[in-house]
């Protein structure tokens, strides 16, 4: 079909613009003007910051250094040897009260980290598939934090 115009489709006709370029649109080649820019981004504001969970956050801050005095001499530590050194200190002492509360804190680390590990619960199951899943969840959550 000689004499047939290009219709800027990839339909037939001669294939290129007047500068030489393919106006070829299609499958994998979109429109010119709908193209990035060179130097442009494909996504200008970047990936959304994800919301840090409370792992994160206590890791962060249970990791940061102290300075402190120890026999008369300046030592750094983190904030859990710390806490840790305390509450083994006043355990000595008889009271048992804070490494208490650092094994329920303990356990209920381990119980959050565990709820990654189950099923994810889908929109296609049932009511009772999902609700196996919730109270597993549940339970595990408790069992580990020492909740009855």
């Known amino acids: 079909m000689a004499g047939k115009k290009d219709d800027g489709a990839g339909n037939g006709g001669p294939a290129g613009d007047a500068d030489g370029?393919?106006?070829k649109v299609g499958r994998g080649r979109p429109p010119k003007h709908s193209?990035?820019?060179k130097g442009q981004s494909?996504?200008?504001r970047g990936r959304a910051k994800q919301r840090p969970n409370i792992q994160t956050l206590l890791s962060e801050e249970l990791g940061h250094q102290l300075s402190f005095n120890e026999n008369g001499r300046l030592a750094r530590d983190s904030?859990?040897?710390?806490?840790?050194k305390q509450a083994i200190n006043k355990a000595v002492a008889g009271d048992f009260r804070p490494l208490m509360h650092l094994g329920k804190l303990q356990s209920w680390l381990q119980a959050v980290d565990n709820q990654r590990t189950f099923r994810?619960?889908?929109s296609w199951m049932s009511p009772e598939e999902a609700q196996e899943i919730y109270m597993?969840?549940?339970?595990?959550g408790?069992?580990?934090a020492g909740i009855k």
Do not use: C, W, Y
């Not at 597993?136 to 595990?140: E, G, P």
């Open 142 to 144: 408790h069992e580990a």
């Open 120 to 122: 994810k619960i889908e």
């Open 42 to 44: 494909g996504n200008p």
């Open 79 to 84: 904030k859990l040897r710390l806490m840790v």
């Open 21 to 23: 370029t393919s106006s």
């Open 35 to 37: 193209q990035f820019k």
């Open 136 to 140: 597993d969840m549940i339970r595990s």
